[in-house]
T-cell receptor, first 111, second 113 residues
Framework: KQEVTQIPAALSVPEGENLVLNCSFTDSAIYNLQWFRQDPGKGLTSLLLIQSSQREQTSGRLNASLDKSSGRSTLYIAASQPGDSATYLCAATNTGNQFYFGTGTSLTVIP | EAGVAQSPRYKIIEKRQSVAFWCNPISGHATLYWYQQILGQGPKLLIQFQNNGVVDDSQLPKDRFSAERLKGVDSTLKIQPAKLEDSAVYLC???????????FGQGTRLTVV
């Protein structure tokens, strides 16, 4: 069974700082990996999806990388803003269809 | 493009009562998921539909939970009878096909007292 871990559980940074969120998974036979954002009381918003054949994906200030051999993915946020404050979750999809979620990293960007 | 719609947004029931949640996925999305998210945890898959067929329900507590997706569009998730540990946010998501980018609804927050 796939186990997904996100460290740290919480992160607080000053506005403007670049930051990296980490995601580790135990089974490297993944189909893809998605990064989501969750605001309090809201559902999840898909940010980036990386296929297993890809190394990274970029969207605006966000860049996600994938290293299947080491079982790791990172989400890089450039020039952080207070509006980036949210919980960020990663989810690995195995060939068996199911998304396996981590417990998330709660990010606070301080103005 | 309209998103995934869920109702109700909040529900408070007493233990042993029954409750039902409704989900309307994005038009044209064949795959529909129901997830349970307990406070402080990541979402856990309860059931996945492909059109109106069940793909994965291995983590659905079938003695009390049931779900259906009539005509391959809307879906309902039912809990009967509810237990205190069922208190969670129930999230519905859909994707064009399985393992594609998933779009989530805002969820239903269930409190069982």
């Amino acid at each position: 069974k796939q186990e997904v871990t996100q460290i740290p559980a919480a992160l607080s940074v000053p506005e403007g700082e670049n930051l990296v969120l980490n995601c580790s998974f135990t089974d490297s036979a993944i189909y893809n990996l998605q990064w989501f954002r969750q605001d309090p009381g809201k559902g999840l918003t898909s940010l980036l999806l990386i296929q297993s054949s890809q190394r990274e994906q970029t969207s605006g200030r966000l860049n996600a990388s994938l290293d299947k051999s080491s079982g790791r993915s990172t989400l890089y946020i450039a020039a952080s803003q207070p509006g980036d404050s949210a919980t960020y979750l990663c989810a690995a999809t195995n060939t068996g269809n199911q998304f396996y979620f981590g417990t998330g990293t709660s990010l606070t960007v301080i103005p | 493009e309209a998103g995934v719609a869920q109702s109700p947004r909040y529900k408070i029931i007493e233990k042993r009562q029954s409750v039902a949640f409704w989900c309307n996925p994005i038009s044209g999305h064949a795959t529909l998921y129901w997830y349970q998210q307990i406070l402080g945890q990541g979402p856990k898959l309860l059931i996945q539909f492909q059109n109106n067929g069940v793909v994965d329900d291995s983590q659905l507590p079938k003695d009390r939970f049931s779900a259906e997706r009539l005509k391959g569009v809307d879906s309902t998730l039912k809990i009967q009878p509810a237990k205190l540990e069922d208190s969670a946010v129930y999230l519905c998501a859909s994707s064009y096909r399985d393992r594609d980018r998933a779009f989530f609804g805002q969820g239903t927050r269930l409190t069982v007292v």
